[in-house]
């Protein structure tokens, strides 16, 4: 496998599947880095090396390791229940989110809502959302009034790369841009 490859094996079992190559992670998402290694060089080669690689050089930096890099995990994007320890921070004014025509509909009745994923990812910029909506299609993007559901008590969390994060954003907080 290529690094890249490598990569989005790893975004699978650090936030996804953990029990694709035998591991387990703590309540806060870390795995053992070794445990990591050993398990998927059983399907392809990988070191240390070529982990920190991968870390480093990641574009949408996925992942983080701790202080010694003897344990790793993903910032955001989890679908199994664990607390990555965002902290509480309060978002600019407004805030975007990148979708596909083909949600456009279900968006537009229910807002935005995490399906898989313990939250709603947003972007600060319209062109991130822009870049998100295409991976999934034709883009729809929507405007998230983020500075009044603050106001109104919705939590917003930040992630290590930059993600902004809530658990939902109701209709009445979304403005569609043509």
Same mark, same amino acid.
């Given at each position: 496998m290529k690094n890249t490859e490598?990569?989005? !094996?790893?975004?699978? +079992?650090?936030?996804?599947?953990?029990?694709?190559?035998?591991?387990?992670? #703590?309540?806060? /998402?870390?795995?053992?880095? #070794?445990?990591? %290694?050993? &398990?998927?060089?059983? %399907?392809?080669?990988?070191?240390?090396?070529?982990?920190?690689? %991968?870390?480093?050089?990641?574009?949408? @930096?996925?992942?983080? !390791?701790?202080?010694?890099?003897?344990?790793?995990?993903?910032? @955001? /994007?989890?679908?199994?229940?664990?607390?990555?320890?965002?902290?509480?921070?309060?978002?600019? #004014?407004?805030?975007?989110? /990148?979708?596909?025509?083909?949600?456009?509909?279900? +968006?537009?009745? @229910? &807002?935005?809502?995490?399906?898989?994923?313990?939250?709603?990812?947003?972007?600060? #910029?319209?062109?991130?959302?822009?870049?998100? /909506?295409?991976?999934?299609?034709?883009?729809?993007?929507?405007?998230?009034?983020? &500075?009044v559901m603050d106001k109104d008590?919705?939590? !917003? !969390?930040?992630?290590?790369?930059?993600?902004?994060?809530?658990?939902?954003?109701?209709?009445?907080?979304?403005?569609?841009?043509?």
């Amino acid at each position: 496998m290529k690094n890249t490859e490598v990569s989005k !094996f790893i975004s699978l +079992i650090l936030r996804h599947k953990p029990e694709t190559i035998g591991i387990s992670l #703590d309540e806060h /998402g870390w795995a053992n880095v #070794d445990e990591l %290694i050993a &398990g998927i060089s059983k %399907i392809s080669p990988i070191n240390m090396e070529m982990l920190e690689e %991968i870390v480093a050089t990641d574009n949408k @930096q996925r992942y983080s !390791f701790n202080e010694d890099h003897t344990l790793i995990r993903a910032n @955001q /994007g989890h679908s199994i229940p664990v607390d990555v320890e965002l902290k509480k921070v309060t978002p600019p #004014d407004i805030l975007y989110h /990148g979708s596909a025509e083909k949600y456009e509909k279900s +968006i537009d009745e @229910q &807002g935005l809502i995490p399906k898989s994923r313990l939250y709603v990812h947003l972007s600060k #910029d319209y062109d991130t959302a822009v870049n998100v /909506g295409k991976r999934h299609g034709k883009p729809v993007i929507y405007k998230v009034k983020s &500075g009044v559901m603050d106001k109104d008590g919705i939590e !917003f !969390f930040l992630s290590e790369n930059g993600v902004w994060l809530t658990k939902k954003v109701p209709v009445k907080y979304l403005e569609k841009m043509k």
